[in-house]
């Protein structure tokens, strides 16, 4: 299964579960997956780790 499709369906099972109408929050689901593909697909593999600016900031810290 898809990533947007995934999220549809999480969205429209969500919105089951607390009362709402599921096709409306498929709906949501879908459109919010979708942008965030749309938006991370540039990206270039990254897991948030900045090897320099980690070592300036391990450098700096003092035990007393």
């Known amino acids: ?3 947007i499709a ?3 369906l999480a969205g429209g099972i969500g919105s089951e579960l ?3 109408n599921f096709w ?3 709906l949501i689901g879908g459109v919010v997956a ?4 749309v938006a991370h697909l540039g990206d270039a593999p990254d ?3 900045d090897k320099d600016v980690m070592i300036i900031l391990i450098n700096r ?3 007393i």
């Open 1 to 3: 299964m898809g990533t």
């Open 6 to 8: 995934f999220g549809a």
């Open 18 to 20: 607390i009362g709402g």
């Open 24 to 26: 409306q929050g498929a």
């Open 34 to 37: 979708g942008l965030n593909h």
């Open 47 to 49: 897991n948030g780790y």
């Open 61 to 63: 810290v003092r035990i």
